[in-house]
């Protein structure tokens, strides 16, 4: 019988994986991968780390996926096609699964075949599709070679790793603020409980809502490099003048949908608009953006940017590829207002979360954020507003959750 456990925290952006030695109750290990895959061909392919660098290392050829866990609770999504063979979002997740365990395997010495697997508190609003992205999740875990498999909520992940450096009982609330969503949890912690085998008495109520950093950066996108590409250019059409297309835009904002403007018929159509508009260097920068895969090297720049505001007052997304030379200013004044929306959508909800709970802002002791998005400054206000600064803690972004997650174990098992 195996030593270890893992816990897994498989993330839209980034998933990483903890070792938990049983016997001792420690963490000894973690493993951090980017969540993409790259194919190379009919034969080769490349995760995490090593799908970015052969990407750009063979020029951006091939397909690159990303936010795989997104396809998790779409019903319409059964399978894709890849030179040639079918994968279905359980094959996709598989390998990202299977990468973590092999390296955290060769780690250990040992087969483990036990994990507590994270997951978000909503999947989808439609239970339907929730038990399908459970079940999914599920089954690609098995396939990775896991046959103990135990799910606990992500943002209850982290409140167990905060609740380790308590020194009294507290009401937290605990804020998970990842690329795809922003996932709360209201509960009691007491560190001398963490031995206890039942917790579920000490939740009071999980939740969650599909906004995370991903919508950040596809709103930089959209706000301040569009216009880069034609957004707002007009061509003369039998007298007419009229606009290009706003869905050729709104594709742009998703890196990995710009695959979709390469279709025979929207590509022809760019053409004629390039000479519509009489050869203006935006519908140039536009094709060049698309017929050498360049989404990807983009919204790196723009989350590079996203990044620095993190921790500066400006930052500046510039990028040089293929006759497209963007110098764009953002300053962290600017940033907010692009994201006010997101913003105001994730303070409405955790108003409403804690006001069904008939939880006072007083009433909580603490606030525990965690997650690479919560690190924005904007973020932080929305708790810093109603909570004070003082009630606010923070634990290490990118791995609370997997920590948490081997540490559930304790009770899960």
């Keep these: 019988m195996a030593s270890h456990i893992y816990g897994i925290d498989f993330g839209t952006s980034n998933s990483v994986l903890a070792v938990l030695n049983k016997e001792t109750g420690e963490i000894t290990k973690t493993f951090t991968e980017s969540s993409l895959i790259y194919f190379q061909d009919n034969e080769n392919f490349y995760i995490g780390k090593q799908a970015i660098e052969q990407y750009l290392h063979n020029n951006m050829r091939g397909r690159l996926l990303k936010s795989v866990k997104t396809l998790l609770p779409q019903s319409s999504f059964t399978f894709t096609v890849i030179f040639g063979k079918k994968y279905s979002a359980e094959d996709l997740v598989c390998l990202i699964l299977k990468l973590l365990k092999s390296q955290a395997d060769e780690f250990t010495g040992e087969n483990v075949t036990e994990v507590v697997l994270g997951r978000p508190v909503v999947f989808s609003e439609d239970s339907i599709k929730d038990k399908l992205a459970q079940d999914r999740l599920l089954k690609a875990a098995r396939m990775a070679g896991f046959e103990q498999i135990h799910f606990q909520y992500e943002p209850i992940a982290a409140g167990f790793l905060y609740e380790q450096s308590l020194t009294k009982p507290e009401l937290v609330l605990i804020g998970d603020f990842g690329g795809g969503t922003s996932d709360f949890t209201l509960m009691k912690l007491d560190k001398a ?221």
């Design 193 to 413: 409980n963490t031995s206890k085998k039942d917790r579920k008495s000490d939740i009071i109520k999980t939740g969650g809502i599909h906004i995370g950093g991903d919508d950040m950066d596809s709103a930089i996108m959209w706000h301040k490099l569009v216009k880069y590409f034609g957004h707002g250019l007009e061509y003369k059409s039998f007298d007419k003048m009229l606009e290009m297309p706003v869905h050729i835009f709104v594709t742009l904002c998703e890196w990995d949908q710009m695959g979709f403007l390469k279709d025979g018929k929207i590509r022809k159509q760019l053409d004629s608009y390039y000479f519509w508009t009489d050869k203006n260097p935006a519908v140039l920068r536009l094709m060049n953006l698309i017929d050498h895969n360049l989404g990807f090297s983009l919204f790196q720049h723009i989350e590079k940017s996203k990044i620095e505001l993190s921790s500066g007052n400006s930052a500046t997304i510039a990028f040089n590829e293929r006759e497209i030379d963007i110098v764009e200013e953002i300053s962290l004044t600017e940033f907010e207002q692009i994201i006010s929306k997101e913003i105001t959508k994730t303070e409405n909800y955790v108003l409403a979360f804690l006001e069904k709970q008939n939880v006072t802002f007083s009433q909580v002791s603490n606030v525990f954020l965690t997650g690479g998005t919560s690190s924005i400054p904007a973020v932080k206000n929305i708790f810093e507003k109603h909570f004070t600064k003082e009630k606010i803690s923070s634990g290490d972004n990118f791995n609370s959750v997997a920590l948490g997650l081997a540490l559930s174990y304790n009770y899960l098992k």
